[in-house]
């Protein structure tokens, strides 16, 4: 939800009661850019792109950093040293600590701090209590593995004078060259240079200093190793101290502090990641110019309502890592810093060898990433493939949760079901409708007066009946509870929040107010460890009364959205626990909160029960590691064909950035959506990692079930698709937890060998079953191009048309067809039963679908769990492989589970649970007459099924490829098995 709808709130909960209807006027509005900052607005962002101008433009641009030779250390993995820059016209040096570690996964990790000079040198202005350190603690909530040195990593003896070489990684084919003077790093793999930094000199720390009332033209930088021009960087010293915007002025006791490097990859030409933007997968060049931005891409967390298309500006959430492709080689790195961060794209041909007659020449992509204070700290990942990078990240940052398997089948929001019968007439009719779902969410209105962990006893008198009602069917309900706390005298929770002084505070100290939906708020201040186990009482069912076991948490405004604080959000010099400032740890705030209703909801179950499910919550802010929590949603998009469009590449970018459990606003959430818009954005929804419709207060009532036909028809459609492919959801899912692999995946990352779809962001794969989507996002439109990366033969899901690789292909894709092709290759698993919910479906029968490509073999996998509780953790669960060998015409299923004490019960429970139906997709010819198959079971005829099941052959029809299905084979889901063809 967005603050400028806010700001009307106070008056329309005046006449609410009185005057529904009234609640239809608001104006429609789109993204007020003057409320967020440009890079020339924000202070340190603008000196450090002056910085980069002036060291561009002068050729014999020198940086000022040198690492001192006689500092340099190495030790088990780590190495030490101090870089220096020496202040001009003083005898002052500033001394920056440097620590490389070299991590037995592979991962280089390079660390600079600043050390304090003199005493008393950088006392703060204004009194302030702020913290007196560079901001180190982002590793604490962001890292949560892959940090073992490696005992391996040596150094090189060869190195020639005045650099360091350190080898690393496997085989120890990765290397960093430390270059002392400038200091700079190079990581090379396989003796080929990956990343480069402080390659042009943009490396900038802005180290502490005194205010003085004069000018200090004595602080010129870098003067000895830069040549007579740079010194004419002319500071400006305009922003470095108290800086306004918007009518806020942010005190900034510490003056500047920004730090900056330029990371270069070269002869890579594509770069992602640096989630989230709405905007392309590949991100763009941002100096201007024909198709390009003008701004950097920027990681400031921000209640951005109807956020724009296709551009740099900031958003709700931020991971700062970015991952660079050529052919065959992906690397990245991870820039862990939480305060605002802009990033500067651009990108260079080196000029074509004039012998080489018209071959152009090769293209490299330059960063520059611009923290406004912070350590600089940042991590290294030389892949080669995009999921060697993308699973080292995940492994530093954690993998994504195995979710509750109702929190992936299809959820129904709407701001707001208005009261306790409303939400159980909705129920009744997708019921009626024959209409699939499992959850139902709660906006704000539920509350008594947007007072969190209370109902509002009119409109909610008998929340338990309503969630009583919903688990009749195994549903579950979806409640918001924000981090601004109501400021109302007789609220116990915020009078215990100011008690138990649990709240953030204002640069004096004392308890900060602003505006939220409640009007004046205060904020939990998640970052103290009392306030989370605090949080965690809250939820316990005798204190928030009303509330069942089916009751999961939506954790909104967690940027934090401050209505009328700087760019709708906190002020930066608000101080945390610790006495950090807010600016040193922004981006981190909304996953503190999530970490602690996280937390607040498993302890609620497991001091209820001995059987403790996991939690779901739902957050609008994020950073990395934030997956480990939940899922994410992109924020207030709007009802709109363009919005739709955006948000493939942005479901997409979020799954290559570690964070794959995502989904846009099904419908879009400002306005009314047509018709058409409704049915295609269902289509796409069902590939969306995180599916739920969601609309605006003011909007209209746009349940499927409403849309009328052939609307409805098609929308139950698309829902059932979901539906009956939930076990590969479930398998990818399962991949994601245990691997960090994409959910949903973009074309390159499936292909890094196909550089021409390197840059394809509108279709995508799902997990690894081959399957291929590309849901229509154009009004009107009605067949769709889809691309083919490889040499390799694609069926289309529905009637088994089949399509050749490499290249374009064009699918019929009238208003009731979701384009869905099946790479050929690949065993894709299937519930088909159609049920009203998730959860009723958890013993229903199996179907496998087995594509038969162009060698013949095929292979998938499956995994299965109860859905909702740890168990799995203790061996109950199944992982099967299934494949097939045209060699030996033979099906199997074997186990690649590693059991525990709980499998064996687990089988058992699962053991009604069979196979139902194999359908073989471009079956061979051979079968023609064939009438059946033999079956065989492990352990034979004793324990399982063993003898023969018929097989119903359909041939070749127009365009359309053979298949076969075999009925009933009865073979057991969790048992090994073979079918003989
Ligand atoms: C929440 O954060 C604390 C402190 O960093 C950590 O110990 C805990 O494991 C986190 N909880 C989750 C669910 O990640």
Request: glycine fraction near 8%; hydrophobic fraction near 35%.
């Given at each position: 939800m967005n603050w400028i709808n806010g700001l009307g709130r106070g008056w329309k909960a005046l006449v609410a009661v009185a005057c529904v209807l009234c609640l239809l006027v608001t104006p429609a509005v789109t993204v007020k850019h003057e409320n967020f900052k440009t890079c020339d607005q924000s202070g340190f962002c603008r000196r450090n792109r002056a910085y980069a101008d002036t060291a561009l433009s002068n050729s014999k641009w020198q940086s000022p950093y040198t690492l001192d030779s006689s500092t340099v250390k190495f030790d088990k993995g780590i190495l030490t040293g101090v870089v220096d820059k020496k202040i001009t016209n003083t005898d002052q040096t500033v001394r920056l600590p440097l620590k490389v570690t070299f991590h037995e996964s592979g991962t280089a990790r390079v660390t600079i701090d600043e050390e304090k000079r003199q005493k008393g040198e950088i006392e703060l202005r204004h009194d302030s209590k702020a913290r007196k350190e560079r901001y180190n603690e982002a590793e604490k909530w962001a890292i949560v593995g892959g940090t073992v040195v490696s005992t391996g990593a040596a150094l090189n003896k060869d190195a020639e004078k005045g650099s360091t070489r350190v080898m690393y990684g496997p085989g120890s084919k990765f290397e960093a060259i430390i270059q002392h003077a400038p200091f700079g790093v190079q990581f090379k793999r396989?003796?080929?240079?990956?990343?480069?930094?402080?390659?042009?000199?943009?490396?900038?720390?802005?180290?502490?200093?005194?205010?003085?009332?004069?000018?200090?033209?004595?602080?010129?930088?870098?003067?000895?190793?830069?040549?007579?021009?740079?010194?004419?960087?002319?500071?400006?010293?305009?922003?470095?101290?108290?800086?306004?915007?918007?009518?806020?002025?942010d005190s900034k006791p510490r003056g500047p502090e920004a730090v900056a490097m330029d990371?270069?990859?070269?002869?890579?030409?594509?770069?992602?990641?640096?989630?989230?933007?709405?905007?392309?997968?590949?991100?763009?060049?941002?100096?201007?110019?024909d198709g390009k931005y003008s701004?950097?891409?920027?990681?400031?967390?921000?209640?951005?309502?109807?956020?724009?298309?296709?551009?740099?500006?900031?958003?709700?959430?931020?991971?700062?890592?970015?991952?660079?492709?050529?052919?065959?080689?992906?690397?990245?790195?991870?820039?862990?810093?939480?305060?605002?961060?802009?990033?500067?794209?651009?990108?260079?041909?080196?000029?074509?060898?004039?012998?080489?007659?018209?071959?152009?020449?090769?293209?490299?992509?330059?960063?520059?990433?611009?923290?406004?204070?912070?350590?600089l700290d940042l991590f290294i990942f030389l892949g080669p493939?995009?999921?060697?990078?993308?699973?080292?990240?995940?492994?530093?940052?954690?993998?994504?949760?195995?979710?509750?398997?109702?929190?992936?089948?299809?959820?129904?929001?709407?701001?707001?079901?208005?009261?306790?019968?409303?939400?159980?007439?909705?129920?009744?009719?997708?019921?009626?409708?024959?209409?699939?779902?499992?959850?139902?969410?709660?906006?704000?209105?539920?509350?008594?007066?947007?007072?969190?962990?209370?109902?509002?006893?009119?409109?909610?008198?008998?929340?338990?009946?309503?969630?009583?009602?919903?688990?009749?069917?195994?549903?579950?309900?979806?409640?918001?509870?924000?981090?601004?706390?109501?400021?109302?005298?007789?609220?116990?929770?915020?009078?215990?929040?100011?008690?138990?002084d649990l709240a953030i505070k204002n640069k004096d100290g004392n308890i900060y107010e602003g505006w939220c939906w409640p009007g004046s708020s205060h904020w939990i201040d998640c970052f103290n460890p009392k306030a989370r186990e605090w949080w965690k009482t809250l939820f316990r069912y005798d204190k928030f009364k009303g509330t069942a076991k089916n009751m999961f948490i939506w954790n909104d405004m967690n940027e934090p959205s401050v209505f009328n604080g700087p760019e709708t959000t906190a002020p930066k010099d608000l101080l945390h626990h610790g006495n950090w400032e807010h600016r040193d740890l922004h981006n981190i705030n909304g996953m503190t909160f999530v970490n602690a209703t996280y937390d607040a909801i498993l302890s609620r179950d497991k001091d209820e029960d001995k059987h403790p499910i996991r939690p779901f919550v739902?957050?609008?802010?994020?950073?990395?590691?934030?997956?480990?929590?939940?899922?994410?949603?992109?924020?207030?998009?709007?009802?709109?064909?363009?919005?739709?469009?955006?948000?493939?590449?942005?479901?997409?970018?979020?799954?290559?950035?570690?964070?794959?459990?995502?989904?846009?606003?099904?419908?879009?959430?400002?306005?009314?959506?047509?018709?058409?818009?409704?049915?295609?954005?269902?289509?796409?929804?069902?590939?969306?990692?995180?599916?739920?419709?969601?609309?605006?207060?003011?909007?209209?009532?746009?349940e499927p079930y409403l849309a009328g036909e052939p609307?409805?028809?098609?929308?139950?459609?698309?829902?059932?698709?979901?539906?009956?492919?939930?076990?590969?959801?479930?398998?990818?899912?399962?991949?994601?937890?245990?691997?960090?692999?994409?959910?949903?995946?973009?074309?390159?990352?499936?292909?890094?060998?196909?550089?021409?779809?390197?840059?394809?962001?509108?279709?995508?794969?799902?997990?690894?079953?081959?399957?291929?989507?590309?849901?229509?996002?154009?009004?009107?439109?009605?067949?769709?191009?889809?691309?083919?990366?490889?040499?390799?033969?694609?069926?289309?899901?529905?009637?088994?048309?089949?399509?050749?690789?490499?290249?374009?292909v064009s699918v019929a894709a009238p208003l009731d067809t979701i384009p869905l092709l099946m790479q050929g290759g690949n065993i894709i698993p299937r519930r088909e039963r159609p049920r009203r919910s998730s959860g009723l479906m958890k013993y229903d029968p199996i179907t496998l679908v087995v594509v038969l490509g162009n060698s013949g073999d095929a292979e998938g996998t499956l995994y299965l769990d109860d859905g909702e509780s740890y168990e799995y953790q203790s061996g109950a669960y199944i992982h099967r492989r299934f494949k097939y060998s045209t060699s030996t015409s033979s099906l199997t299923s074997e186990d690649v589970s590693s059991p525990g004490k709980k499998t064996k019960e687990y089988l058992k429970l699962m053991e009604k649970v069979r196979v139902e139906r194999i359908v073989v997709v471009n079956a061979p010819e051979g079968w023609s007459g064939k009438k059946e198959v033999e079956v065989a079971e492990e352990g034979g005829a004793k324990s399982g099924k063993s003898g023969k099941a018929e097989l119903e052959w359909h041939g070749k029809v127009e365009g359309k490829a053979a298949w076969a299905v075999v009925r009933d084979p009865g073979v057991r889901v969790g048992e090994g098995w073979k079918i003989q063809f």
């Open positions: 396989d003796g080929e240079t990956q990343i480069k930094l402080n390659d042009r000199g943009l490396m900038n720390m802005e180290h502490w200093r005194p205010k003085v009332d004069k000018p200090e033209t004595e602080q010129k930088e870098g003067e000895e190793a830069v040549v007579a021009e740079s010194d004419n960087i002319a500071e400006d010293e305009s922003t470095w101290w108290d800086e306004s915007f918007g009518g806020n002025t990371i270069e990859f070269p002869a890579y030409q594509y770069v992602y990641g640096a989630a989230s933007h709405a905007g392309p997968l590949a991100l763009k060049e941002t100096r201007g110019g701004d950097p891409y920027r990681l400031y967390n921000s209640d951005v309502f109807e956020y724009e298309m296709d551009s740099p500006m900031t958003l709700y959430g931020a991971i700062p890592f970015m991952q660079a492709q050529k052919k065959d080689s992906a690397v990245g790195v991870f820039w862990l810093n939480a305060a605002e961060t802009w990033i500067d794209i651009t990108k260079s041909t080196s000029s074509a060898n004039p012998l080489s007659l018209g071959i152009g020449g090769t293209t490299s992509t330059d960063t520059h990433w611009i923290s406004e204070s912070g350590l493939t995009p999921q060697d990078v993308i699973g080292a990240y995940g492994e530093l940052t954690g993998y994504t949760q195995l979710p509750q398997q109702f929190s992936i089948a299809h959820h129904q929001c709407r701001w707001n079901y208005v009261t306790d019968e409303d939400v159980k007439d909705v129920d009744r009719k997708f019921d009626k409708s024959k209409i699939p779902y499992d959850v139902i969410w709660l906006d704000i209105e539920y509350t008594d007066g947007k007072k969190y962990f209370t109902w509002d006893p009119m409109t909610f008198p008998d929340p338990i009946n309503m969630q009583k009602q919903l688990d009749e069917h195994q549903r579950k309900l979806v409640a918001i509870i924000d981090p601004h706390i109501k400021n109302e005298g007789g609220y116990s929770v915020v009078d215990e929040l100011k008690s138990k739902l957050t609008r802010s994020f950073y990395a590691g934030s997956q480990r929590l939940g899922a994410m949603w992109t924020g207030d998009n709007q009802a709109a064909w363009p919005h739709l469009e955006a948000s493939i590449p942005m479901v997409l970018s979020m799954g290559i950035s570690g964070f794959p459990f995502a989904g846009a606003d099904v419908g879009g959430f400002f306005g009314n959506p047509s018709k058409e818009l409704l049915a295609r954005w269902y289509q796409a929804g069902a590939f969306y990692p995180f599916f739920r419709a969601h609309a605006h207060i003011d909007t209209r009532r746009r609307y409805t028809q098609i929308i139950s459609q698309a829902l059932r698709l979901r539906y009956s492919l939930l076990p590969a959801w479930y398998t990818a899912f399962h991949e994601a937890s245990t691997t960090g692999a994409p959910i949903v995946r973009p074309n390159y990352y499936v292909h890094p060998s196909d550089e021409k779809g390197f840059a394809i962001d509108d279709q995508l794969y799902l997990g690894s079953t081959g399957l291929l989507a590309k849901p229509v996002t154009k009004e009107g439109q009605e067949s769709q191009d889809i691309y083919l990366a490889d040499k390799e033969k694609y069926f289309d899901y529905f009637d088994f048309w089949q399509y050749e690789g490499p290249g374009t």
